[in-house]
């Protein structure tokens, strides 16, 4: 069974920075890729950023500039660094992850969403 569990969320001040984290658990083979994704109320899940193994990442062209990937590989955790945060990134903010649970079993897996509300 495999776990993803983020943490950093809360209030902060537009302008303001905030990390979030993601740690993967259980039985992981391998992880080939992870990624960050929001969804306010009303709207649909939209993909943030997203790093690959080997360490490559794309962005969505409403965070590039301002949000930062991050992943560790040996302790499966994924990191969102968001800087210069604006009231319209307030969302609940989902980590996802393509893993390996053996040769033959690939999955994506989500974690429970963490909430990051951007207000005055």
């Known amino acids: 069974q495999v776990q993803l569990v983020e943490s950093g969320g809360g209030l902060v001040q537009p302008g303001g920075s905030l990390r979030l984290s993601c740690a993967a658990s259980g039985s ?16 649909q899940r939209e993909l943030l950023a997203a790093i690959t193994r080997s360490g490559s ?13 991050s992943m ?4 499966k955790m994924v ?9 319209e990134d307030t969302a609940v903010y989902y980590c996802n992850a393509d893993i390996r649970t053996s040769w ?12 990051v509300t951007v207000s005055s």
Do not use: E
Request: charged share 15%; proline share 4%.
């Open 28 to 43: 992981i083979f391998s992880i080939s890729a992870m990624g960050w994704y929001r969804q306010a109320p009303g709207k």
């Open 57 to 69: 990442t794309n962005y969505a062209g409403s965070v590039k500039g301002r949000f930062t990937i």
């Open 72 to 75: 560790d590989n040996a302790n």
């Open 79 to 87: 990191y969102l660094q968001m800087n210069n945060l604006k009231p």
């Open 104 to 115: 033959a079993a690939r999955n994506d897996y989500w974690g429970q969403g963490t909430q």
